[in-house]
Nanobody, 123 residues
Framework: QVQLVESGGGLVQAGGSLRLSCAAS????????MAWFRQAPGKEREFVAA???????YYADSVKDRFTISRDNAKDTVFLQMNSLKPEDTAVYYC?????????????????WGQGTQVTVSS
């Protein structure tokens, strides 16, 4: 069992930056692929970024070159650095952990989810 707790969300102006953190419980964090998803009001949840157990990273086209996912296995934490934020980035951001061998861009590829953190970007 893995528990995930996100933090770092908030209100920021367009062009600004935020850094999200996701702290995981358990002693097997390094064996999980980790990802960030987001869900805006009235929209479906969508993939944002993922990082494999080995540190390979994957991004949605909409955030590539603006967002960076990273992990610190010593601290059981995954991060999402978000730069050049746009109003369309406004959403609840969720952290997810997956036991699969492959990184997935689909929500059903992950086994554990955090409660989410709100990110609001004003224009």
């Amino acid at each position: 069992q893995v528990q995930l707790v996100e933090s770092g969300g908030g209100l920021v102006q367009a062009g600004g930056s935020l850094r999200l953190s996701c702290a995981a419980s358990g002693r097997t964090f390094s064996t999980y692929a980790m990802a960030w998803f987001r869900q805006a009001p009235g929209k479906e949840r969508e993939f944002v970024a993922a990082i494999s157990r080995g540190g390979n990273t994957y991004y949605a086209d909409s955030v590539k070159d603006r967002f960076t996912i990273s992990r610190d296995n010593a601290k059981d934490t995954v991060f999402l650095q978000m730069n050049s934020l746009k109003p369309e980035d406004t959403a609840v951001y969720y952290c997810a952990a997956g036991r699969g061998l492959r990184v997935s861009r689909r929500g059903d590829g992950y086994d554990y989810w955090g409660q989410g953190t709100q990110v609001t970007v004003s224009s």
